[in-house]
């Protein structure tokens, strides 16, 4: 088969600098073509909208453009995990993974390059091992067009927070946003999440909080409001924590996100990895079972989350009695990382 080329930046909305508040109007103003097509569906996708993204991304599948193929398979895929459909997830990341195959195969860098990007992204994000074949991801991040760049950088520190070294993550993700010479909305507040991730991981609870509330700055004005859903569970319980007691509408909404996005990534992820990732708590008795896993006390639960020690407390029995278990120890084989 003959290897398809990036004619086009992949993930163009994703890849944009844009002055917040101003998301839908670039989209628009993006001359017709397979390029704005994708960024309406990505647009449907971050702002939470993951059937009508789905609706958007699907006719996409049949282009000879692998950027845009590859683009439009990470989109339905991911809003397929939101709309419970596990199938239809499989099935778009299992086109993707043919046509990283023909991109593998290409001589031409750039090619090998999008490639690596999407499988790494696809499987990083869905906490599932690498294939062999793939290169390296680090290695290919100087291939790779410009504004998708930062976006590589974000999956390499959300890999670092996977093996547990919190510092790498937190250090990737600060240099990225450091270097930047523009501001993207999108990428950024990934970025500034794996941070969150990262210090929470660390302890440094005022550091996570300063990074969610830029990312909160960053998304708001667009309501690009799926990112915080996807991350609820490696968050630490700083939405809790910070939005709900600022924004309480917005926060419902990012619930709302979690609980459908978390759903069909288990479906996916549990399957193959033979992981119990919990699948029956609360947002909040995951947060709190995530944070003792780890080793914080019933009252540094109780101060994070801004409830009682008994509160606290109950949350966490609760989580324990649902998994079936009788330490806090026990809870670290059902916690994401």
């Known amino acids: ?8 930046d992949p993930m163009p909305l994703l890849s944009s600098a844009f002055e917040p508040g101003r998301c839908r109007e670039l989209v ?5 073509g397979p390029a704005r097509d994708v960024a309406r569906a990505e647009l449907l996708y971050f702002t939470g909208q993951a059937e009508a993204a789905a609706a958007a991304a699907r006719p996409l599948l049949t282009s000879d453009d692998l950027s845009v193929l590859l683009s439009a398979s990470l989109v339905l895929g991911y809003a397929s995990l939101s709309l419970g459909q596990a199938d239809d997830a499989r ?7 043919a046509a990283v195959g023909e991109g593998l195969d290409d001589a ?3 090619a090998s390059a999008v490639a690596s990007f999407f499988v790494t992204t696809a499987r990083t994000l869905l906490h599932l091992p690498l294939p062999e074949r793939v290169p390296p991801l680090e290695d290919c991040v100087g ?15 959300h890999q670092a927070y996977l093996v547990g070294e919190h510092g790498r993550c937190v250090g990737v993700a600060e240099a990225a946003l450091a270097v930047q010479g523009e501001a993207r909305p999108i990428t950024n507040t990934y970025l500034h999440l794996a941070c969150v991730m990262g210090y929470v991981g660390m302890r440094d609870v005022g550091a996570a909080r300063a ?5 909160w700055d960053l998304a708001r004005p667009d309501g690009l409001i799926e990112p915080f859903g996807e991350h609820h569970g490696l968050l630490g319980g700083m939405l809790e924590a910070v939005i709900k007691r600022g924004w309480p509408d917005d926060f419902r909404r990012i619930i709302d996100i979690t609980y459908r996005f978390s759903a069909g990534w288990r479906l996916v992820h ?3 990895t033979g992981e119990e990732v919990a699948d029956n708590l609360t947002t909040t008795e995951f947060a709190s079972a995530m944070l003792a896993a780890r080793g914080w006390t019933n009252q540094e639960i109780a101060d994070h989350l801004g409830v009682s020690i008994n509160t606290a407390k109950r949350h966490l029995s609760h989580a324990m009695e649902k998994l079936g278990v009788g330490s806090r120890k026990g809870l670290e084989h059902y916690m994401l990382r």
């Open 1 to 8: 088969m003959t290897a398809r080329h990036p004619l086009c």
């Open 28 to 32: 628009e103003s993006m001359p017709e």
């Open 91 to 97: 099935a778009a990341l299992g086109t993707a993974r």
């Open 108 to 110: 031409d860098p750039l």
């Open 143 to 157: 291939l790779l067009p410009e504004g998708l760049r930062p976006f590589a950088l974000y999956v390499l520190a």
């Open 211 to 215: 990074h969610l509330l830029t990312a």
């Open 270 to 272: 549990n399957p193959v």
